[in-house]
Each structure stands twice: as C-alpha cells, then as structure tokens.
C-alpha cells in the first residue's frame, strides 16, 4: 500500500512575476521533511520539480537556486536509503505551468511538444525509469486562470489530443501516468468513456464531511464512480483548508473503495519547503501515518 507525501522543490507557479523568484526551498526544511516521513513509515514521495532543477536538456527553465541534476541524483538516493520511493511530478496543465517560462505560451506548437518530451526523457533518467510520473493535470479551466495575464486553455478534442501525447511519451519510456483527477468534475461522463484505464487517479477533496450532505459532494462521488469504472486510485487528501481531510480521506476510501483498485494515499499541505510552513508540512505527514495505521 502507497503511504505517499508531496514534496515541494519548485512549485506551480501561476504568475510570471513569482517564476523570476530565487527557488524557494530551504535544504534544512526539505531534509526534515524527508525524516519526518522516513520515522513515520511513509514509502513514497512525489517529488514537484517545476522550476527547482538545473535541467540539462533546458536549464533555461530553472530559476536562481535550482538544484543540480548531481545534487538531486543524490536526494534521491538518500530517500532510497529510507525505502522511500521517489517519484517526480512535473505539472502540465495550462494553469500551472509558469514553470516551464516561455514555452508555457507555446502550447500545442511543434517547440512545446519538443521541450516537454526532451524534460519528460530527462527526468526519466535523473529518477532511473521510475513507477509512475505525475503529470499534474490540473484545474485548467477559466476560473483557474482568473487574475492571470496570459489565459491558456485546452478544450474538447484538442484537450484529449495533448493530454493523450504526454500519455504515449510517458508510457513509451516504461512509467506509468499519474494525474489529478479533477477534469472529471465538469467532464464527467467523458471522462470515464475516454480516459485510458492504465492512467493512475488521484481525484482530491480537501474540505470535511465524506456524505451527500457534503456541500462538495460531487467532487467526492468521483471516487465511487472511478471505482466502479475499473480505474486504480491514490486519494489526495490535505491539511491546507482542516486537519481533519486526511483522516477524512483514508476512513472513506477504505470503506467505500474496491480493495483492488486503491493502491494507497497521497498528503499534501500544497506549502513550500520554507520554515514557516514547517508545522504544516509535518502534520501532513503524520497525520497520513497515523490515518493508515504501521504497516498498513
């Protein structure tokens, strides 16, 4: 069973002002983080890359303070010392992707498709074909984008059309997609008709109450009807908006969710490596470990 954590090196960036920022991930709090959940029994991390690496194929992407590809080889295997699993997110939506500069603007182009596989390829490697890659995927809609400067969307068949391209360029290297799952909730029967079973969900719900009275309750129904579509699952739940989610999170989805399919839990505070966020991003963690119990 996943016991997974998200962990922020970069991070979706949503304002052109904010990329330009020095990489804002102090090593004190990453390393404390990374103990936190090797005390606590997790045995994952996805790790949001973003704008956080020096990447070789594109190190024009990376902001003041990026890590190397050498020092984060070596993060890696320190995880893996703790038999924690590293597994990198890199975020594609049209929302969140300020990470990737300029080539954010060039959505859909021949130079898009190019840099985003050449990145895809050489994460691959930096992780040494890992499980899975998340691709995000996330909240590209209007509403996402309301207050940006440059609004970029995908809709329809052309939405299909880049989503499954990052599908095949991911799958031809051996990894297996992972993304957020909440397309679904405006585009919900296609969704399930069109979206391909090998394509592992993580729908997310981060508010309290897992009944129809939820004031969310929707959004919480995709994951029975994910489940009843065959598709395997990693719920996300998250302190962010109450401690109480996580919790929240696991006691539903092992009540209600096909033994089979549920491959674990992801936590997130969605807070960046910075000592302020410290007390959240701690709690995070322990909370997913006491919500999925030692050994479970």
Known sequence: MIKANLIHLGMNINTAAQAKDPLACVTE????????????????????LAEGVMYESHPEIAVKGAWSVARLRGELARMRKFGIEPIPKLNFSATHDEWLGGYGRMVSTPEYYKVCEDLIAEVCDIFDKPRFFHLGYDEEDVRCQDGHEFMVLRLGDHWWHDFLWFVKVVEKRGMRPW?????????????????????LQSNWYYDEGFDERAFRWPRIKCYLDLDKAGFDQIPCGSNYVTPANIAGTVEFARKKLSPERLKGFLATSWRRCLPENRAANLAAIDQLADAMGKGA
């Open 179 to 199: 993304i957020w799952s909440d397309w679904m909730w405006e585009h919900h029967d296609e969704f399930l008709r069109r979206m391909p079973r090998s394509v």
């Open 29 to 48: 709090e990453w390393v404390r983080t990374v103990d936190r959940m090797a005390e606590r029994g997790l045995n994952m991390a996805v790790i949001e």
